[in-house]
């Protein structure tokens, strides 16, 4: 079926956690762990769902967030953010922005296949 | 002849002495010993380079021809000292609050740091001070052949080469103990100390040719008193308005021959100098002035006719055998010639390195401000040069002229002409509405009319003015006949010239600066000026913001020199209660680097200098608003008013800024947990993630088995870490840690650290281990977990294609010891400099590894151990100084 993710991450492991999880689901998975260049890689890759971390080099995951949300093509764009720092601020902040939904770090694999289904099937 | 050599050995000698005094305080001014140095009484004595030759040997010729006439050259000074506290005490106090170098930098600070006018008043000093360089050359040579036996003067035989051995001998003498310091404001101990001690050489010969012509000659007071009765010069002969002119004129030379103003105001250690030097300076010309007339008076009587006046002071003990005395006078006027020369050498070299060779510079090398190289050396040489020029110049002067006129007339001119800076220097720190224009105009003005009224026709008629034009005028014009000016005929042509010159000078000012507006910065220097007791330092004019702290730095570090230059910055810096050496360029700041810099370059060089990098606008509204109100003068009426509301905003501000550092506390622990939590969580959510694939996949193979089983160590490694550091840190920040004192040498700890960061091979490491043989009293360990630090950044970070770390060990403050780590990357970015030292900052995007609190563990331990780790901007690379306290060392390895 190939639905395709794209991971924007910086952390090379986790980068290879979620790679491995999703791709055996039978996901396609692209990854890029830029926050400055991340806008024009989804515009590229039109990806069904876009996993994003908070904690980027050069933006953060809430500028991007913004971004998308900002542009009709993508503003309906289903996103997961990712987040290490797990204070309940942050989750208020993700869903004003409009994050379709959010996960602390460390998190189950099950919980983040779930998620990513969930997303695509809404 | 034998005579004649007994006096070249003694003028040797003398002069090797004054080599070796100038010496010796040169080295007890570096070993601290100032204050004797600097005693008020030096001061004093300094001030009497106001007698030169001219002075020593012309006054008793001037009383021979002229009578009491000679005491003018002495009441006009006398009348300033008496009165300091109107003038000289606000031109102290200037020079010293603006760093003033010269007069020409008075002038030009005060007019808006204008170059034009410093450029315009350094020509004219040279112009004025040739003449008089000129007249000491003639005076040593004259007396060197009234020795010789020669009474037949200058031009003949070996006199040229007496005169040009004396230029050379100064001018060495000079360079050597004037050029030492590029901060004029540093003062030169060594000159003024031979000044002085030639001020008490001269008084003491002028006082013993005295005594022996009064009582060994003349048979004591009643009967040299008699024979002044009986002589001319006894008669009162007094022209009011001759007499006026001339007081009025060395008064005004007094304040504006830059050598006078060099000793006054530039090498001014304490302006409480001045109450002593008010009343022993006018003594001092008392005494000097004392045995005048008993020498003329006795020189006319017992000199064949014929005999030069001036020479008298040599030529009656010479005649009466007393060689001893004679040598003594000759020292005497020795003294009062190169006294004089070596002080107008160092300031007219000053002004012209300031004024004309950096401006030039600054201007051929554009944005040379910023270029490398050590401008010092510049600086110095150009000096050098101009001390040699200047000289050369007065020698050239004296071949000449041929040394004819007599010595009075040449210094009457010399002091006319400096005398025509005084409209624009006091109206600069009397009158607020005084303009640059009208300080131009009237200066020019001025100059015009004594070059045309007194300095062609000093080299005598036919010379440079052919007769006719003294009869008739140029080309016919008899309104400008050199003496008579504007068809006023009959006046003394001294009288003649000065009152022209002077009062044509000063309408000029007053009138140009009347019509004209001054810009805002003559504006904010002129309320500087001129109310320089209300406020002494208030910001005048930069609006820094865009300035680069870090150009600033670069500049000043060739300018100053690094270790003073650093200092400099990193007061400042502790001043906004910032850490490091990079302050923020706030026009306070900014305003003292300039004056700093201005001790070394002059005003206008480093208001140039400082507007290169600052760039654009360097006056606010603000400060103009400053002015404005202040010629309102609504301060003066609300002073009241004013301190209560002062304490008001002091005490709101107090409030504001404690809470302030209360949010400040608050945001700084939320984003640390924040930190925290995320560092934490990201090597966890690789071991969950791993672990459960681990877990739940079936069909792994081996290799991929093995793989995420190392990430899970690595990870799990890598929180360990993360937590023993966090610990490190928090302990160390409580204070509760145990520092584990050892005597070991900062060579072995180094080695330790290099090895244990591994080596040389990562990165090649410069070391200079002749220097590191220093004993440590210290933590060993922790010391070298900050060196082990800092090479392993250097490792991770430097970016060149060939990074090396050089490893730099200096004396640091206090008799500590600094350590610098300087690598030749990219450095840190100026912005971050001053947070790398922050807990989980880090510079480069690429987590290289560290959780980013290696340094804030390096700033906790350096502070434990009682130094310091600061960034050291500057240095073409990344760059950390280690600093270790005074205690810190031991006197064994």
């Known amino acids: 079926m190939g639905k395709s993710v794209l991971l924007i991450e910086d952390e090379p492991n986790i980068i290879e956690a979620i790679s491995f999880i999703l791709l055996r689901d039978g996901w396609e998975v692209n990854t890029h762990a830029n926050g400055q260049t991340a806008l024009a890689r989804i515009a590229e ?78 | ?104 930098d008075l002038i030009s600070s005060r007019y808006g740091k204008s170059t034009i006018l410093a450029i315009l008043v350094t020509t004219m000093a040279v112009a004025g001070t040739t003449p008089y360089i000129a007249l000491q050359l003639q005076s040593v040579t004259l007396s060197f052949a009234a020795f010789a036996g020669t009474t037949e003067i200058a031009g003949v035989g070996n006199s040229r080469w007496t005169a040009l051995w004396v230029a050379v001998g100064l001018t060495l003498f000079t360079i050597l103990f004037g050029t030492r310091n590029l901060d004029a404001n540093e003062r030169h101990h060594g000159v003024v100390m031979a000044i002085a001690l030639e001020a008490v050489v001269k008084l003491f010969a002028l006082l013993a040719v005295g005594v022996f012509v009064v009582w060994g000659m003349s048979g004591g007071v009643g009967a040299m008193l008699e024979q002044i009765d009986a002589s001319d010069i006894g008669s009162w002969q007094m022209q009011g308005g001759r007499w006026a ?34 009343w022993a300076f006018p003594t001092y010309l008392m005494l000097m002035s004392l045995f005048v007339v008993p020498i003329a008076v006795v020189g006319l009587a017992r000199l064949p006719q014929g005999a030069n006046p001036d020479l008298f002071v040599l030529t009656v003990p010479l005649s009466q055998g007393q060689t001893g005395l004679a040598m003594l006078s000759f020292l005497g006027g020795f003294s009062s010639a190169t006294s004089m020369v070596i002080v107008a050498a160092i300031a007219l070299s000053t002004m012209v390195s300031n004024h004309i060779v950096m401006p030039i510079w600054l201007r051929v090398a554009y944005g040379g401000a910023k270029m490398s190289g050590d401008v010092r050396n510049l600086v110095l040489f150009s000096r050098r040069v101009a001390i040699a020029v200047v000289v050369l110049m007065g020698y050239i002067y004296y071949r000449f002229s041929g040394g004819g006129a007599a010595l009075a007339a040449i210094g009457l001119v010399s002091f006319a002409g400096v005398a025509q800076f005084l409209p624009a220097m006091l109206g600069g720190l009397f009158w607020r509405g005084a303009t640059r224009t009208g300080a131009i105009m009237g200066l020019i003005t001025g100059f015009a009319v004594w070059t045309w009224s007194m300095l062609l026709p000093s080299f005598g008629t036919g010379e440079i003015l052919s007769p006719q034009v003294f009869e008739a005028g140029p080309w016919g014009l008899g309104w400008l006949r050199p003496h008579a000016l504007f068809g006023i005929d009959g006046l003394d042509p001294l009288v003649h010239a000065i009152l022209w010159s002077m009062s044509l000078n000063t309408l000029v000012f007053v009138a140009v600066s009347l019509g004209s507006f001054p810009s805002p910065l003559e504006r904010l220097q002129g309320a500087q000026f001129v109310d320089v007791f209300l406020h002494s330092a208030r910001p005048q004019s930069w609006s820094g913001g865009v300035a680069q702290s870090e150009d600033l730095l670069i500049m000043a570090q060739r300018i100053l020199g690094p270790i003073e230059a650093q200092a400099l910055f990193r007061r400042a810096a502790s001043k906004q209660g910032l850490v490091g050496y990079l302050p923020e360029p706030v026009p306070d700041f900014l305003n003292e680097l300039e004056r700093e810099l201005s001790g070394s370059v002059g005003a206008a060089t480093a208001h140039a200098m400082v507007g290169q990098i600052v760039g654009g606008a360097s006056v606010s509204v603000k400060d103009l608003m400053a002015v404005a109100d202040e010629t309102a003068q609504m301060m003066e009426y609300s002073s009241q008013l004013e301190i209560k509301s002062e304490e008001l905003t002091r005490t709101a501000r107090q409030l504001r800024e404690a809470n302030e550092k ?151 403050q206090a008799g500590g010891i600094d350590v610098d780590f300087v690598d030749n990357g990219s450095g840190i970015p100026h912005d971050r400099q001053e947070m790398v030292f922050e807990k989980f900052a880090r510079v480069s995007d690429q987590g290289a590894g560290g959780a980013g609190l290696g340094l804030a563990i390096c700033r906790e331990i350096m502070v434990r151990l009682g130094g310091r780790i600061t960034y050291l901007p500057g240095q073409g690379g990344g760059a950390f100084r280690v600093s270790l306290p005074g205690e810190a060392l031991t006197t064994s390895a």
């Open chain 1, 45 to 122: 890759k039109k990806p069904d769902v876009v996993i994003l971390d908070v904690m980027l080099p050069g933006a953060s995951g809430y500028d991007i967030l913004r971004g998308l949300r900002a542009e009709p093509e993508t503003h309906d764009l289903p996103v997961l953010m990712l987040t290490a720092r797990g204070q309940n601020k942050d989750r208020d902040m993700a869903e004003k922005m409009g994050a379709s939904q959010f996960m602390t770090k460390p998190f189950s694999n099950a919980d983040v296949l779930e998620a990513v289904r969930s997303l695509v099937g809404s």
């Open chain 2, 1 to 104: 002849m034998a005579t004649l050599n007994v006096l070249v050995a003694v003028c040797l000698a003398y002069v090797a002495l004054l080599f070796g005094v100038a010496f010796m305080a040169e080295r007890a001014a570096l070993r601290g010993r100032v204050k004797w140095l600097r005693s008020p009484v030096v001061y004093t004595l300094s001030l009497s380079i106001y007698c030169t030759a001219w002075t020593f040997y012309g006054a008793v010729g001037y009383a021979a021809r002229s009578g009491l006439e000679y005491l003018t050259i002495y009441i006009g000074p006398t009348l300033i000292m008496v009165g300091w506290w109107w003038v000289l005490r606000k031109m102290v106090r200037v020079g010293r609050a603006q760093r003033v170098t010269s007069i020409a």
């Open chain 2, 245 to 278: 002119g001339l007081i009025f004129l060395s008064a005004a030379a007094f304040l504006t021959l830059p050598r006078m103003f060099q000793v006054l105001v530039v090498e001014n250690e304490n302006e409480d100098h001045l109450r002593l030097a008010s």
């Open chain 2, 662 to 812: 209360l949010t400040a506390l608050s945001v700084q622990k939320d984003a640390f947990l924040s930190q925290i939590s995320h560092e934490l969580r990201t090597p966890m959510t690789s071991i969950r993630a791993f672990s459960e694939i681990l877990r739940d996949t079936d069909g792994l193979r081996s290799a991929e088995k093995a793989k995420y089983a190392s990430i899970i160590h690595d990870e799990a490694v890598r929180l360990t870490r993360l937590l023993d550091d966090l610990l490190d840190l928090s302990v160390l920040e409580s204070g509760q840690v145990n520092m584990n004192m050892r005597r070991g040498t900062l060579k072995d700890i180094l080695d330790h650290a290099m090895a244990a960061a591994g080596g040389g091979k990562a990165l090649p490491v410069q070391r200079n281990r002749e220097n590191e043989h220093i004993g440590l009293w210290t933590d060993l360990d922790r010391l070298a977990q900050v060196f082990i630090n800092l090479i392993a950044n250097a490792q991770k970070y430097c970016d060149a294609s060939q990074p090396e770390l050089r490893i730099l060990v200096k004396p640091g």
